[in-house]
């Protein structure tokens, strides 16, 4: 975890904020299929989660990968992920727009719950920024 | 001799890699490598016990209820707490809804298209498949019609080219030997059961109160009963249960198993391979007195060496010379050297990554190759999962487990030792699928009687509070996983966690060799399977899937690459 549970972290923010209307935020926390049908009921999807892509840390690029394979290699470290779960979300006939909001970070060798300081005081603002392209988008 | 690599094993992503050598079309010798680290052990100390449940239910997302049900008895165990006789049920409950979900979904999600060619379906006549699906089963999808609607969807798919289940295949393999009418049939049960999945589980979100990571308790469950109330386990809720429960059992006995023993019917090559160990290891669970009774569990507790089905060995997991890891091939060190092994409770977790760095060619299987520890019961080395709770039930003399496998047994016309296989790993987890799905209804029943005589506690609160702890405990919690044997064990010091290890189910099955070389459960079924084609090994997948494979992790990451991603940027000096 540390800032990899970055996502964790703007979710837990968001909850306790006011969304807009026809705006629900989840922790999708390790759900694999039990996300499914979550996934599903909705028109747009917003992922949020951690990058290790060598840009600054807080540097937030928004991806739009169509198919599962336009995902990274290593998207998630659970054996029944995301990538099967657009997968099966074609196959079922019913896919949102999904957004991938993919937040900068470094890579911290010890594994810890906590965001680094940094981190931990950049969420409100990543929020912010994402609440905003939300709205922009939808 | 070539050596395959097989990495991720799983069919689109994970982290699990498998090395094999191959001599003259053989398997010859096998090594397994968990290629991420868990670090989950590290995060836990210092913190309260009361709250360890939350962390470890993340630790995986397929496993995910099993861990917060091994991480609250742990606690429960130092602690001596009981749980009241509803918060047991509940607790069988949410278990059994996992099984049946986590079963069907690596039947027709992860392991189906080992042996169901998805490209032979498009040359199948629907009409047949029709005819093959009502001599099956009374499940009343089986047109004609039906079928060939699929069949235009999955052609739809096939040309797309863009989905990874469809592009990851080794299609057209000599070893796929389905015709393609039960190729038809069985992707159609794969569409199916992708949606009446979703329903099962809406039993975590009624009794949990939410889904995914459902809500757990020290000391009972979360949940208030009261027939009346609008936001407790209530009438209608519990109705809405019984509904779910009914379904699954339909679709586990009109789907799920007859596919099973169709496609079995196809490949009984497969068993006489893939065996590997002959010791096998079951904690075992659904206790219908109490978890303090492991003899009163519906799946036994009991281990079974050399396959000898005539005795079951106690099993204690508090025994500190029973259950033990080693860390000679683990990415780790212990104190006391590399060749020692600790009980879970003495467990350490120091990591010393001594790999190479990605890319790269082989590991260095002579020194220390996977992120996984090595777990041995009394030195032994032990297969666990569906075959093994089967086995240990078979063995202990529980007619309703030895009624449903002799059944298949015989509707398959294959010996009891065809059990010790590729194929009999695949068919024990339906066979428990079954029984499970019964036994939810059962528990359901109890339920409802203890409901209406009265009976609404669902916490015993009485060492909650720290203050009634001692100053030290220690305590073990055991389950089943549905891929396995699953504990956690627990040293509370000073109301805080002093150290807490689990040891999980792929550590047994999927770990590097021990100091004495022994093989563990993945590796040792390697040897033996033959490979027809090095540069598309099925077989390998096919035996390794059957134990179904889940690398524990808590580490999470992207890196970005892909063709058809649009990218935008901002907040580029985000901190």
Redesign the interface.
Known sequence: ?GD??V?VRVAQYLFSQKLPEGVTCL???????????HLQEADTVFLI?????G???????????????????????????L??LI??L????KVPNIR?F???IK?QS????ELSA??D??VP??AD?ILKETLQRI | MARIVVDPITRIEGHLRIEAVVENGVITDAFSSGTMVRGIEKILLGRDPRDAWAFTERVCGVCTTVHALASVRTVEDALGISVPKNAELIRNLMFCAQYVQDHVVHFYHLHALDWVDIVQVLSADPKETSKIARSISRWPKSSPKYFADVQKRIKTFVDSGQLGIFANGYWGHPAYKLPPEVNLLAVAHYLEALEWQKEVVKIHAILGGKNPHPNYLVGGVPLSINTEEVNALNTERLNHINKLIGDAIVFVEQVYLPDLLAVAGFYKDWASIGGGLSNYLAYGDLPTASYNQPESFKLPRGAILDRNLSEVHEVNGRDQNEIREYITHSWYEYEGGNNKSLHPWEGETKFNFTGPNPPFEHLNVEEKYSWLKTPRWKDHAMEVGPLARMLVAYASGRTEVQDVVNDALGRLNVPVAALFSTLGRTAARGLETQLVAHWMKEFYDDLIANIKSGNTSTFNDSKWDPDTWPETAEGVGMTEAPRGALAHWIRIKDKKIENYQLVVPSTWNASPRDAKNQRSAYEQSLIGTPVNNEDQPLEIIRTIHSFDPCIACAVHLYDPDGKHIHQVQFNQRGL
């Open positions: 975890m990899e549970g996502g922790d999708g926390g390790t759900g694999g299929f039990h996300l499914l049908e989660d951690a990058i290790n892509d840009q600054h840390p807080g540097t937030i690029t928004v991806l739009t990968p169509r198919y599962s394979k336009d995902y990274p290699a290593t998207l998630t470290a659970h054996d029944i992920g990538k099967d997968d099966s074609y196959l079922l006939g991938l993919a937040v900068s890579l010890e594994p810890v719950m940094e981190m005081k950049a603002r990543i920024q």
